[in-house]
């Protein structure tokens, strides 16, 4: 059964910047779509950004120059470098590969504030 789990969360300072990282286990395969979902308090989950098995990223607007997504294949690992943060960015980061078969991670706490 395929698990994602995250690290890298925690406090920054506005302007800070943070790392998060998924290791994807469970499985020989790491070809699917891989990327980062976000859900403030009393918001819904939003879409932060992705990337492909070959690469091609996407970003949400909100985090587009701040924020870069990356993986590699060969240790299953995706990462979202984050820059800049704002107080607004604070929020449960979670992890997502798409499907078959979607699988979330538990998600990781991202709080931005001086």
């Known amino acids: 059964q395929v698990q994602l789990v995250e690290s890298g969360g925690g406090l920054a300072q506005p302007g800070g910047s943070l790392r998060l990282s998924c290791e994807t286990s469970g499985t020989d395969l790491y070809s699917n779509p891989m990327g980062w979902y976000r859900q403030a308090p009393g918001k819904q989950r939003e879409f932060v950004a992705s990337v492909t098995n070959g690469g091609l990223t996407n970003y949400a607007d909100s985090v587009k120059g701040r924020f870069a997504i990356s993986r590699d294949n060969a240790s299953k690992m995706t990462y979202l470098q984050m820059n800049n943060l704002k107080p607004e960015d604070t929020a449960i980061y979670y992890c997502?590969?798409?499907?078959?078969?979607?699988?979330w991670g538990q998600g990781t706490q991202v709080t931005v504030s001086s």
């Open positions: 997502r590969q798409w499907g078959p078969p979607v699988v």
